[in-house]
C-alpha cells in the first residue's frame, strides 16, 4: 500500500522552475522527510531534508540556493520548489520518510540507507 504519492515532475527548459509534491496519504506523523534523486546510470543522490515539526531543511550542495523545501502540514503534504533548473537536473526524483526527526536537518537527513518508505518517483526533465 502506497504511503507517499508524488506529483508535479515533467519537462522544463533549463532555466526554469517546477515544483514537486509529496503526500503523506495514510497521515502518518513522519517526522523526517527528504528528496532523492536518480538521474540515468547514475546512483541515488540526497537532494534535501526537512525536519517536520519545526521546517528545519538541508540541502545538498549542488543544489543549494536553487531549491526550496517545505511543508504543508495540514495537507501531509511536502514540496520541493526547484528553480534555476539545470540540464543535469534531469533525473527521476524521490521522496521518502521516517519516523524519526533525528538530525534530519543535517547530512545525516539525506543519508539514503535511512529511508524505508519511498514514493514512486517523478520524472524531471531539464531541456536546452
Known amino acids: 500500500q502506497e504511503q507517499l504519492v508524488e506529483s508535479g515532475g515533467g519537462s522544463v527548459q533549463a532555466g526554469g522552475s517546477l515544483r514537486l509534491s509529496c503526500e503523506v496519504v495514510?497521515?502518518?506523523?513522519?517526522?523526517?522527510m527528504a528528496w532523492f534523486r536518480q538521474a540515468p546510470g547514475e546512483e541515488f543522490e540526497g537532494i534535501s531534508s526537512?525536519?517536520?515539526?519545526?521546517?528545519?531543511?538541508y540541502y545538498a550542495d549542488y543544489v543549494k540556493g536553487r531549491f526550496t523545501a517545505s511543508k504543508d502540514k495540514a495537507k501531509n503534504t511536502v514540496y520541493m520548489q526547484m528553480s534555476s533548473l539545470k540540464l543535469e537536473d534531469t533525473a527521476v526524483y524521490y521522496c521518502?520518510?521516517?519516523?524519526?526527526?533525528?538530525?534530519?536537518?543535517?547530512?545525516?537527513?539525506?543519508?539514503?540507507?535511512?529511508?524505508?518508505?519511498w514514493g514512486q518517483g517523478t520524472q524531471v526533465t531539464v531541456t536546452s
Open positions: 495514510n497521515k502518518v506523523d513522519f517526522g523526517c
Open positions: 526537512i525536519t517536520i515539526k519545526d521546517g528545519n531543511a
Open positions: 521518502a520518510a521516517r519516523l524519526s526527526g533525528a538530525l534530519c536537518g543535517s547530512a545525516k537527513g539525506i543519508s539514503v540507507g535511512a529511508y524505508k518508505i
